[in-house]
């Protein structure tokens, strides 16, 4: 079982203990509808950023799964097509590769390099600033450094849009293809309840909105 199931599995047993408060849509938030698994978020204001750096979140891009690749690569293999590899790297090392940038819908050609690496970025899909704001200085570093590595908050994207995106959240940001706006709102939501973070009023309005053209968007498990 994913942490992520384990988190649905947790607020659903709070909610038939009588824990929690119990909603209407508590069956829904089992299935994982984006819309149920988003009220069971707590809504509160941004924390301040005292003490947020980036070494908050562990090593850059470390290899957590112990496959002898750093997480950048690892998403980079994921996320690309027509892959090759700088040579004796063990197929780790990507050095070329096609991207179908989620968010702009664009087709651009990864070529490793100092200055041509910028052209593809890997995307904290709930940016670490936003995530120590919303409740990651609560977490240990361990589970800060999960969080910053996990797939399910990554996505190899066009660099400009990654640095246009900066540290916002859905109610500043968007990615500018429509037709992925709903994917995007229901990763971010699954990874705030995954490690249990929470939304801000704008933000949870924000993704409300976007999600009332989905109503039957689900969270992704992984």
Request: charged content about 20%; aromatic content about 6%; proline content about 5%.
């Amino acid at each position: 079982m994913s942490r992520w199931e384990i988190r649905i599995a947790t607020v659903v047993a709070g909610l038939v203990m009588g824990i929690a408060p119990v909603p209407a849509h508590s069956a829904e938030v089992k299935t994982g509808l984006a819309t149920a698994v988003l009220e069971t978020l707590p809504v509160k204001g941004r924390a301040p950023k005292t003490g947020f750096t980036r070494a908050q979140f562990g090593p850059v891009w470390s290899d957590v799964d112990r496959n002898g690749c750093d997480t950048r690569n690892d998403i980079l293999r994921r996320d690309l097509t027509a892959i090759t590899y700088r040579e004796n790297t063990k197929n780790c090392v990507v050095q070329s590769g096609t991207l179908a940038d989620r968010y702009s819908g664009e087709i651009i050609n990864f070529q490793k390099g100092n200055v041509s690496s910028m052209e593809v970025q890997i995307d904290h899909v709930v940016a670490l600033s936003n995530a120590w704001q919303t409740g990651a200085f609560k977490l240990t570093l361990q589970e800060r450094t999960a969080l910053a590595n996990d797939p399910l908050n990554l996505f190899a994207v066009k660099g400009r849009l990654n640095s246009q995106k900066s540290d916002g959240d859905a109610a500043t940001w968007l990615p500018p293809l429509k037709s992925f706006r709903c994917t995007y709102i229901a990763q971010q939501i699954a990874v705030k309840a995954k490690y249990s973070l929470w939304v801000t009023a704008p933000e949870k309005s924000a993704m409300q909105s976007i999600l009332a053209k989905c109503p039957g968007q689900k969270v992704p498990t992984s």
